[in-house]
């Protein structure tokens, strides 16, 4: 399937109303997410994606996905949600409780494609990190740079990024192209640089549970 992330970013992805269990996740986890079903043949599972640009809204993340499980709640046998907290302040988890549909664990995907317990067991000495995955390095223009005026007004960068002192790439491919485009975001922001490779982490484990 050929993915665009602009289109991921600002549409999201529509399901195909094949599978038994539909997954709910963010635009961000498309790839991922797709690549999985295919390397485990995950064809009971069907993939839709709400806009990944709610990464910069969390406070409209749980009313998406709360329309989003009542568009699709009886045409599959299981609705799955992957999203983490993701800034909700856990009105995402009281949501899907209330729905009766389960979500992934964590506080954000940094910590489920580190893992949970390492993430949480090295959070307070990296306490001054900044993290991106695949899909933030390919989109760092949009999500961070953009946003955020330093396109426009780069003498902004120290007031944003002041407080941090390294860049972790947590990558979940191979890929040196976007390693260096990682290396060089990092330098963009002023920041110490760190490759980690964390492939799927606790997506995977959990999915498979499914």
Not at 6 to 23: C, F, H, S, W
Not at 169 to 190: H, I, M, N, S, V
């Amino acid at each position: 399937m050929a993915l665009n992330d602009a289109e991921l970013t600002e549409q999201g992805l529509a399901a195909t109303g094949t599978g038994r269990i539909l997954l709910i996740a963010c635009g961000a986890l498309a790839r991922e997410i797709i690549d999985l079903k295919a390397a485990n043949r995950w064809d009971h599972m069907d993939l839709t994606c709400l806009p990944a640009k709610l990464h910069l809204y969390p406070d409209q993340i749980t009313d998406a996905v709360r329309t989003a499980v009542a568009k699709h709640r009886t045409t599959y046998d299981t609705i799955f949600v992957v999203y983490a907290d993701c800034g909700t302040g856990g009105l995402l988890q009281a949501a899907c409780k209330d729905m009766g549909v389960e979500m992934v664990s964590g506080p954000h995907c940094y910590s489920f494609f580190e893992g949970n317990a390492r993430f949480a067991s090295q959070s307070e000495s990296e306490i001054t990190t900044f993290y991106l995955t695949d899909f933030l390095v390919r989109q760092f223009e949009a999500f961070i740079l953009k946003p955020m005026g330093l396109d426009r007004h780069p003498e902004l960068r120290d007031m944003y990024f002041g407080n941090y002192e390294k860049l972790v790439y947590q990558a979940q491919t191979d890929d040196p192209a976007l390693t260096e485009k990682a290396r060089r975001a990092a330098d963009t922001l002023g920041l110490a640089f760190e490759r980690r490779f964390t492939g799927y982490g606790d997506l995977e484990t959990t999915l498979k549970q499914l």
